[in-house]
């Protein structure tokens, strides 16, 4: 029986090795992970009726794979709504609340942008389409669509709250590809939006794996996926282990094999108990530096490529609050902060207003990001510090100054990749160096997709690139 190795047990990992399972019934599926519990970033924390996300909060409905996934986990009747509320958003910027409006590309007519803004931002089919295929900033491409006070005063501050990232460095073509593909076939994104609209209202309602393109998560967190897929029979889950070297196997490792595999052949996996591991095909889904470190003796071109990437530190701020402090909230998602005003604080997600059963009855929790591309030496401080900073900016941006009943921080040095102007040929040339290197598959975040979905579909194909790879190869008997 053929084996693949997948090395991370997070929730591309674990999609990776779920995919392969279906695919396949003759492939030893073996899952080492360096942590004593799956779900890597994907992580729930359920503490005296807390419910705390130490990393992603949700999930946006939009893949139908996804969809499907979820209901082959044995997850549809989990799933949870947001609630109404989220639908309510807010930017804070000059010392005030602005209301957004919807998909973050408007707020309440002159507000945040003034009646100019407003104007520019709803003249964007007249913009005409670009020409060429030069990479474009995230920034830029807003700019010249929208306007000037929509990239400055909503794009840079949304960047911050979704990649902890910089607008002006990040690529709109790789963080938002449909951004440009509208612009290319219909000339406007509006145009566009308003016709995928129309198409939508189209879909097949019966169709089970249809998206409901609505925000999800689970009752007890987005780590309920990646520990539902990691109770699959077929799937050996080895917590714990921490991989040091991958490289070609050879007839001098095959006598140190741990069960199976074929002499000559495949891949030799070491690890720090000492063992070596053989895979007839190997999927890395570790964060991206690890990847690198990995690939850095078996393919290092693709490990210098993504070794630039960069991948900046977060850090998450769980605090729960009594009744007194719950009703000074406002109701909504939370807040996007704004770098022109002093306050370090990305965002703030009022996570009771989103998801039900988040704090104990009467109480009230939210969850506070700091860190990101522009002031990383954040997760240099104690917790102490960290704790006194998120009272100080929550008391500036919402005047909450009641000290919370409950506080959770998580510490995360590499939390989101940028795919910054360039990621396009660190990604064709990370992809080309894999091809020389047959049976090995790179699945997570690194190239293709930050957010909850993307990663978990990144996992998924690579599962079945994995089996497909086996297949062909014919070891599978």
């Given at each position: 029986m053929a084996r693949v190795?997948?090395?991370?047990?997070?929730?591309?990992?674990?999609?990776?090795?779920?995919?392969?399972?279906?695919?396949?019934?003759?492939?030893?599926?073996?899952?080492?992970?360096?942590?004593?519990?799956?779900?890597?970033?994907?992580?729930?924390?359920?503490?005296?009726?807390?419910?705390?996300?130490?990393g992603p909060g949700g999930y946006l409905d939009t893949e139908s794979g996804v969809v499907r996934l979820v209901r082959e986990a044995g997850l549809a009747d989990r799933q949870v709504a947001a609630q109404a509320a989220a639908a309510r958003r807010f930017i804070y910027r000059g010392g005030r609340l602005h209301r957004l409006g919807p998909g973050l590309l408007l707020p309440t007519p002159g507000s945040l942008l003034g009646p100019r803004g407003v104007l520019r931002a709803m003249g964007e089919p007249l913009v005409a389409r670009r020409v060429g295929d030069r990479e474009e900033s995230i920034l830029d491409f807003c700019r010249r669509r929208f306007g000037k006070r929509i990239a400055h005063r909503i794009a840079h501050t949304a960047m911050l709250g979704i990649f902890a990232g910089d607008a002006a460095r990040l690529s709109v073509d790789a963080c938002f590809p449909e951004l440009r593909k509208m612009e290319q076939e219909h000339g406007s994104v509006i145009r566009a939006g308003l016709a995928r609209r129309r198409a939508g209202q189209h879909e097949g309602a019966e169709d089970i794996d249809v998206p409901t393109r609505k925000l999800a998560s689970f009752r007890d967190g987005l780590q309920e996926l990646p520990r539902a897929l990691a109770a699959n029979p077929r799937i050996d889950v080895r917590l714990g282990v921490t991989v040091t070297d991958l490289r070609p196997a050879n007839a001098a490792a095959a006598g140190s094999e741990i069960g199976g595999g074929h002499a000559g052949g495949g891949h030799a996996i070491d690890t720090t108990d000492g063992q070596t591991l053989h895979a007839d095909a190997v999927i890395l889904a570790t964060p991206v530096q690890a990847a690198a470190r990995l690939l850095s003796t078996l393919a290092p071109v693709a490990a210098d490529l993504l070794a630039d990437v960069p991948v900046p530190p977060v850090v998450v701020v769980g605090l729960g609050f009594d009744a007194a402090a719950a009703a000074r909230f406002p109701v909504g998602f939370g807040v996007l902060v704004s770098r022109e005003d002093n306050v370090r604080m990305l965002g703030c997600l009022w996570e009771s207003h989103i998801y039900p059963e988040r704090s104990p009855d009467d109480c009230f929790l939210a969850r506070a990001m700091f860190g990101g591309r522009l002031d990383p030496a954040v997760i240099d401080l104690d917790d102490a510090e960290i704790l006194a900073l998120a009272r100080a900016n929550l008391q500036t941006v919402l005047g909450i100054d009641n000290a919370p009943i409950f506080s959770r921080i998580s510490r995360w040095p590499g939390a989101i990749p940028q795919y910054e102007i360039g990621h396009g040929t660190i990604k064709a040339g990370v992809e080309a160096e894999l091809e020389r290197h047959p049976g090995v598959f790179l699945a997570g975040d690194a190239l293709e997709g930050v957010s909850f979905p993307k990663t978990a579909m990144s996992g998924v194909r690579q599962g079945r690139r994995a089996a497909s790879y086996l297949r062909s190869a014919d070891t599978t008997g």
């Open positions: 190795v997948v090395i991370g047990a997070g929730v591309s990992g674990l999609a990776a090795a779920h995919a392969v399972a279906r695919e396949s019934d003759h492939i030893e599926i073996v899952v080492l992970e360096r942590s004593e519990e799956v779900g890597g970033r994907s992580t729930s924390i359920r503490e005296d009726g807390w419910m705390v996300e130490a």
